[in-house]
């Protein structure tokens, strides 16, 4: 049962330009959403996170959008860079703000084209 | 400031011997997070541990795996009986507490012959 879904595996872009990233969730009690960016050979890294009580948090060239009835959220990179090319992560806690258990999707591909 | 630091990097084991990854979290953190990420799949939890306790297993196996955070030293994730299907990567996460988010390390990759 995946209840985090990032239904597209890769996405190309070219560099300038924005890069959105899509995230779907079933699991209604989610309430706290991060975005992991994880590069060959390495971790995933933290790159910004948002809570149910708001529908968008930003932090430099990342904005994260929420959609709660549509059970959604996005990923926005403006402007996008080469060293943006990474796999990235949405996931969801399972006991709501936080705690432990991350579920994760499956990952989306970002290449950004010079 | 260390991160999250796991090794080794590379692990080859034979079918049936055993396997132990090693975690140190990160300074000040007494939240420890398993993570296992099979190819092209997303990383599943495993484990969930805080000092000398284990808080939430639901994503161990029921056999062959066990993990320990003792008091002093790095947690270990130990898979006895190793069988092709372990193969993957391992990535331990820590966290300062269960509201902060979770650092990751680089991972073991397990190779099992």
């Known amino acids: 049962d995946q209840q985090v879904k990032q239904n597209s595996p890769s996405l190309s872009v070219q560099e300038g330009r924005i890069s959105i990233l899509n995230c779907d969730y079933t699991n209604s009690m989610f309430d706290y959403f991060l975005w992991y960016k994880k590069y060959p050979a390495e971790g995933p890294t933290f790159l910004i996170s948002?809570?149910?009580?708001?529908d968008k948090n930003e932090d430099g060239r990342f904005t994260v959008f929420l959609n709660k009835s549509a059970k959604h959220l996005s990923l926005h990179i403006v402007p996008s860079q080469p060293g943006d090319s990474a796999v990235y992560f949405c996931?969801?806690?399972?006991?709501?703000?936080?705690?432990?258990?991350?579920?994760f999707g499956q990952g989306t591909i970002l290449t950004v084209h010079p | 400031n260390a991160g999250v630091m796991q090794n080794p990097r590379h692990l080859v084991r034979r079918r049936g011997q055993e396997a132990r990854l090693r975690c140190s979290p990160m300074k000040g953190h007494s939240h420890v997070y398993w993570y296992r990420q099979l190819p092209e799949e997303g990383l599943k939890f495993m484990v969930y541990?805080?000092?000398?306790?284990?808080?939430?297993e639901s994503g161990m196996p029921k056999e062959r795996f066990s993990a320990e955070f003792p008091k002093e030293g790095p947690s270990i994730l130990r898979i006895q009986q190793v069988v092709r299907g372990d193969s993957a990567a391992y990535f331990c996460?820590?966290?300062?507490?269960?509201?902060?988010?979770?650092?990751f390390g680089d991972g073991t990759r397990l190779s099992i012959l």
């Open positions: 996460a820590s966290s300062r507490d269960s509201n902060q988010p979770q650092h």
């Open positions: 541990l805080q000092k000398e306790n284990i808080i939430d």
């Open positions: 996931a969801a806690p399972a006991g709501g703000t936080s705690y432990g258990k991350l579920t």
């Open positions: 948002i809570s149910s009580i708001k």
